[in-house]
């Protein structure tokens, strides 16, 4: 899900999966009680009508008691097996990312209640199940992409002598039978995957084709021997300003989206984040005012003292930290102290917005953040005498600090809330996401070595266009960097003015949400952010997963309400897991020769060249 440039979510008023999550449960725990519901801005749960007596009843829960002990549920004995490590790193790892609070729900309904067994062994038994039909699919794939993976329909209708579909081709518009997409679509639910396809319609079925029509923008023949076959998703940019591709074009509204999308919803929420400062903030003040505080006004902390982090932890690790970004920005990137030091402190104030955003709305604009980060570092850089390519690298270089601070922050923050929900230990938390980060060192430059090897087209770009894997982000930062190191500004002049009309489009957007729009109702406004991710996105595949996806489990949580509450995110995160390995047993088997490259079929694929 990376590829798409930012991390979807459930988003903030589509609770469906768990609200039905938590029914299932309380059927199991009291079967005498009523729907249970979910306080998402608050982060507390509600425990509607206690037994026998208060139907109409409600105890609000503080968060010392998010989870009512079951006095009738059985005491599970703690077992370290190979169910329990990889349902908890399946479930856990790819639903905290999606919805902390659910996830908590999740994870306790296999260990709590009368039937927690029962209910573990067929959640497990689903994700297992999905698991391993995705990663059999995304593998088998590889040998017939045309009649298992991509779907060229408008292909399909052309060489039949349906000419005109040539154009469903040309604008990419195919179905990719993609699991981890239709997984997240099952996770991330109405709004943020209809906000992703609408844009996508939005982008490449409506405003590029407009351009190519008049000469604003241009693609690029295919083959002779295709009449009409074009290449419309190049990043072209021989003359940008004056022949533009329409990837291009529709880059600059796409991040205007990103960025004023955002950042509109924070200022949308500031109030909020002004009373958490400042709740942060006053003990620190009080004692260097040596003025003593009420008790009652601080956040109180339902872990015990000796599990907490102490404070000389954390600031020693931000420290150290801090000192060898500055070593490695330095020796690998020549980047010097001063604009490390810069991108630093500016990485930790996006970082608050990223969390911010989505802790709000469950979306986090990580792709915004490292652009507005570039525009910044372009602008101490761009009068230094630097030459235009160090320029551009320390552009790219300073926005990954801050996409990274940030994607962190966010993740980190719904994991430490799954994990508080279910009161585990704050300094076990800690030790564990250090021993993560670790190994993810390691793993992360092994994967990307591998995957690097087997497609060597991540780092061509002139294969960018034919590539397996678009990477939005690469050419939104490439463009970014080339825009602010130029000497003159190379956007087209329709690509700006659209731009700015998107941006104000937005922030109107959600102004009226914030002021007009009654909070239930939220779900209903298209959400800028998701769009603009499909216009810097050069495929339509993935949000039309999405949308699939998020239709399917609806008509699926309305008609088999309890089905839906049982397996939903047990088959949502199997999928997302298996084609995720399995993309990497794909690349082993390319580099070791025998992958679908070389021995699959291109039938189905267009000009009956092998599309995988």
Partial sequence: MSNTGTTFAASAGDQDVPNQT??????????????????????????????????????????????????????????????????????????????A????????SLHVGKNAAANARKK?????????????????????????????WGWTFYRLGWSNMIYVENWNFIWEWTPAFIGAGMLTGINPSYSFFSGAILAWAIIAPSLVTTGKAFGEAVSAKYPGYMNYMGMVLEDPVNKPSPRYWLLWPGVMLLLVGAFAELGANYKTLWATFKLVMRPIFSRFRKVDINEDDLIQDPAPPHELVPWWMWSGGLVISAFFTCLVMGLQYNMNVGISILAIVFSFILSIIGAESYGRTNINPVTSIGNALQLIIGG??????????????????????????S??????????????????????????????????????????????????????????????FPAPDVGAYRAIAVA???????????????????????ALLTVIKYSYIPADKHVFVPNPVAMGIAFILNTTTYPTAMAFGATMVFFWKKNYPVAFGMYCYAVAAGFIAGEGLGGIVGAVLQIAGVSGSEYG????????????
């Fill in 22 to 99: 938590i029914n299932s449960i309380e059927k199991d725990v009291k079967n005498d009680s009523e729907e249970q519901s979910l306080e998402a801005d608050k982060g507390e749960i509600v425990d509607l009508s206690q037994r026998h007596n208060s139907v109409n009843s409600t105890l609000l829960l503080s968060h010392e008691e998010q989870f009512p002990i079951d006095e009738d549920g059985e005491i599970e004995t703690q077992q370290f097996t190979f169910r329990a490590v990889f349902t908890g790193c399946v479930l856990g790892g790819i639903i905290a990312a999606s919805n």
């Fill in 101 to 108: 609070v659910a996830a908590a729900h999740t994870i306790r």
């Fill in 124 to 152: 497990t038994k689903a994700l297992i199940l999905a698991f391993c039909f995705a990663i059999t699919w995304r593998c088998t794939s590889e040998y017939a992409p045309g009649l298992m993976w991509d779907w060229h």
């Fill in 380 to 405: 101490t850089t761009k009068h230094h005498g630097y030459p235009i390519p160090k320029q551009q690298l320390l552009n790219i270089s300073g926005g990954m600090l801050a996409l990274g601070a």
């Fill in 407 to 468: 994607e962190q922050s966010a993740d980190m923050l719904q994991d430490l809330k799954t994990t508080h929900l279910l009161r585990a230990s704050p300094r076990v938390q800690f030790y564990a996401q250090l021993i993560g980060a670790l190994v993810s060192i390691f793993m992360s430059a092994g994967i990307y070595i591998l995957f690097s090897e087997a497609y060597p087209c991540i780092n061509d770009l002139s294969l960018a266009a034919k590539c397996s």
């Fill in 484 to 506: 602010v190191t130029s000497p003159t500004l190379p956007i087209p002049p329709s690509a700006g003015y659209t731009a700015i009309g998107f941006g104000i489009f937005a």
């Fill in 601 to 612: 079929t291109a039938v189905g694929c267009p000009a009956f060249e092998y599309c995988g």
